[in-house]
């Protein structure tokens, strides 16, 4: 039987998209594939492309920032020629009759335009694909590599397959967007409560608003244009766990950390402080009910309602980007804080380093299953012990009793507990300064990522493969 094209698949399914449907049972998929590292003599000059949803010049999330490190070191290395595209709509000044700019560079790209569906993550731009396609004809990459598909569309990988029929599709995953219509964070939104995992009938009791066909077909939407893709990268074997059950070919997934920047200068001094004066965490990064603030706020009112006046906790963030309903709350309950409860606010991501060694560990307190959060890995550079909630990724990058403590997610009595006995046996936290991980460097992670694409040009193309099979 003569398999529909991919174009026609797409085309059913946005003209279907109100119709019924039969879900496909998954096959039970083999353990991740692994990366066998080549030795340099077999590297090959490489010609590569850099995808980003999102610009970091023009916002700082821990996926734009990984993939423009990426692009650097592969710019830095001989023999590889690179290039950087980022979306940043509504982000950079558009040109009348434009898509594509370069207000950064000539190896840098910016798409401007609007129109993205966050439902089934296609873009209905008409301007962009020509532009697109046009770039890719004169870059002529041998290898794309995606950090998200949001912005861009997801028939974006339909548009580099057309073009350039030999390229490889490299995606890395950052978030389980593909499988979950709530911000691809995997809880319910009604409660925030933690899902285990989608099917129509779940994710229509979320969304009730959309009939449990839509997400049937949402899913078979998302998965035709992901078997164009050579391989996927995850920064955790938490996240393969997931797109393997949701029905991704585990041998096209591979687990590789998302690298630090490499320190350059003399190194900063950076001694443990000392805990006679009490004991001080300190939270960064973005503010929201997702990254846990309220049960730290919680945690906070419940020691200082104990006595408890020997334990501080410093929040550094921003929260001027979330919802109104939120900031309120957020700002109503900031107006009551307790004296051991300090909002000191947004910060400068060069300044990281310095505000992590003020205090005594890091508190990553998310709802949310979360990846491989970037705070983690900058807590573990500045020799932090991490405090986290003991799900999802945070629970696999942080290693309980050696890199930090874990703490019931959600639970805020979990959390002022954990808190109030470190306090009283401070060396619990001192001792973990001889078995903390050393996060790897963007020049390890850069060189896993190259020999993962001498490894996919090596091989048969997605769609052949499946062609074959």
């Not at 019924?20 to 096959?27: I, L, P, Q, Y």
């Not at 532009?131 to 998200?148: G, I, N, Q």
């Not at 096209?252 to 690298?259: A, F, P, Q, V």
């Not at 991490?386 to 990724?393: E, R, T, Y």
Request: proline fraction near 9%; charged fraction near 20%; hydrophobic fraction near 40%.
């Amino acid at each position: 039987m003569t398999r529909p094209s991919l174009e026609g698949s797409a085309a059913m399914i946005r003209a279907a998209l109100q119709g019924r449907g039969k879900r496909r049972s998954e096959k039970v998929a083999p353990p991740p594939a692994e990366i066998r590292l080549l030795p340099q003599p077999e590297r090959r000059p490489l010609r590569v492309l850099v995808m980003s949803h999102m610009d970091p010049r023009v916002s700082r999330g821990g996926a734009e920032i990984a993939a423009f490190q990426l692009y650097e070191y592969l710019k830095a290395q001989p023999g590889v020629t690179t290039w950087f595209l980022a979306a940043a709509p509504g982000k950079i000044g558009e040109r009348l009759g434009v898509r594509l700019i370069q207000p950064f560079g000539p190896d840098d790209y910016a798409y401007v335009g609007h129109g993205f569906d966050h439902f089934i993550h296609s873009n209905g731009d008409p301007e962009f694909p020509p532009e697109f396609m046009t770039l890719l004809a004169d870059l002529k990459p041998d290898v794309v590599h995606l950090h998200h598909y949001t912005n861009f569309g997801i028939e974006v990988l339909l548009q580099i397959r057309r073009v350039l029929p030999d390229v490889r599709i490299v995606l890395t995953l950052h978030e389980y967007l593909a499988i979950c219509n709530h911000f691809g964070q995997m809880v319910k939104r009604q409660n925030f409560a933690l899902c285990d995992g989608a099917s129509p009938r779940a994710c229509h009791k979320c969304f009730p608003e959309k009939p449990e066909p839509d997400f049937f077909l949402r899913e078979l939407f998302m998965k035709r244009f992901f078997r164009l893709v050579d391989h996927f990268v995850s920064p955790s074997h938490f996240l393969i766990d997931r797109y393997v059950a949701w029905g991704l070919p585990a041998e096209r997934l591979t687990m590789i950390e998302n690298g630090m920047p490499i320190r350059t200068g003399p190194a900063a001094p950076n001694p443990y402080p000392s805990m006679a004066d009490g004991l001080t965490v300190g939270f960064f990064g973005q503010i929201s009910g997702l990254k846990g603030i309220n049960v730290v706020l919680d945690a906070a009112e419940m020691l200082h309602a104990q006595g408890i006046t020997d334990i501080r906790i410093d929040v550094h963030g921003d929260h001027s980007g979330q919802p109104e309903p939120f900031r309120k709350e957020f700002e109503a309950r900031l107006a009551k804080a307790p004296p051991n409860f300090s909002f000191r606010g947004p910060y400068e991501n060069r300044r990281v380093d310095a505000l992590m060694r003020s205090v005594h560990a890091v508190l990553v307190p998310s709802i949310w299953w979360e990846n491989s959060p970037l705070v983690i890995q900058e807590a573990l550079l500045n020799r932090r012990p991490v405090i986290c909630s003991d799900i999802g990724g945070m629970a696999e990058k942080v290693r309980n009793g050696r890199d930090g403590f874990h703490f019931q997610a959600g639970s805020a009595f979990s959390l002022a507990a954990l808190l109030r006995g470190l306090a009283r046996e401070p060396q619990r936290l001192t001792a973990l300064q001889q078995t903390m991980a050393v996060p790897p460097t963007i020049a390890e992670t850069g060189a896993a990522i190259r020999d993962l694409y001498e490894q996919a040009l090596r091989q048969p193309r997605a769609e052949t493969r499946d062609i074959a099979a």
